[in-house]
């Protein structure tokens, strides 16, 4: 019963460093989602997809890039980490095939430091 | 283009004391609203859902009614507990651009003293 699976869950990075936050879901979702959460802003959306092979910019892509790998696996890369780039991340996932009920399941969380 | 604006946090109430965190919504016709939850260390999850207009979702305690005229989903409970504590997240679908994608408002966070 995993849902939504997020890799780690903490990390530090120093400035400039690159890393990949992973992500796979295991209930046969079509869209999956990246938002960010920061004190006082509520979740703001990354980048989403919602399909195999095809991926959108959200409110804030700035300094991300994103693969969806397969049906199951959505990553978030950050090439070059920058201080404002500290936030806890979400990963998401749903089923549109019912849109006015759709649902979206999250992970855990992985709250990055760059230092 | 769509959003959700929330009343600002923190609320304090002890226990027993009856709730309401205000959300209205601006969007292009009549989409699907979502309260979500999340418990302190932990991911989002779905609290409870309207689909059209005068719809009330409800779940553990809570309610909200879509309301079309006020442009509204307020969330309500009539007797909160401890361990109702938490951050909740008013929703809506935003469907431009072909896709379906949840819109989210800034949160409310939720204090419940015995």
């Known amino acids: 019963n995993a849902g939504v699976t997020q890799t780690p869950k903490f990390q530090v990075l120093k400035t400039g460093q690159s890393m990949t936050l992973q992500c796979a879901q295991d209930m046969n979702h079509n869209s999956m989602y990246w938002y960010r959460q920061d004190p006082g802003m509520g979740l703001r959306l990354i980048y989403y997809s919602a399909s195999e092979g095809t991926t959108d910019k959200g409110e804030v892509p700035n300094g991300y890039n994103v693969s969806r790998l397969n049906k199951r696996e959505f990553s978030l890369r950050l090439e070059s980490a920058a201080p404002s780039q500290t936030s806890v991340y979400f990963c998401?996932?749903?089923?549109?095939?019912?849109?006015?009920?759709?649902?979206?399941?999250f992970g855990q969380g992985t709250r990055l430091t760059v230092v | 283009g769509n959003s959700v604006t929330q009343m600002e946090g923190p609320v304090t109430l002890s226990e027993e004391a009856f709730l309401t965190i205000n959300c209205t919504y601006t969007a292009t016709g009549y989409p699907s609203l979502f309260w979500y939850v999340q418990y302190p260390g932990e991911g989002l999850q779905l609290l409870l859902k309207a689909t059209k207009a005068d719809d009330k979702g409800s779940n553990k305690g809570f309610e909200a009614t879509y309301r079309k005229e006020t442009t509204s989903f307020h969330l309500e409970k009539g007797s909160v507990q401890v361990s109702d504590s938490a951050v909740y997240f008013c929703?809506?679908?935003?469907?431009?651009?072909?896709?379906?994608?949840?819109?989210f408002g800034a949160g409310t966070r939720l204090a419940v003293h015995p």
């Open positions: 929703a809506l679908i935003d469907g431009s651009g072909g896709y379906n994608k949840l819109i």
């Open positions: 998401a996932s749903s089923d549109p095939d019912y849109p006015r009920n759709t649902e979206a399941f």
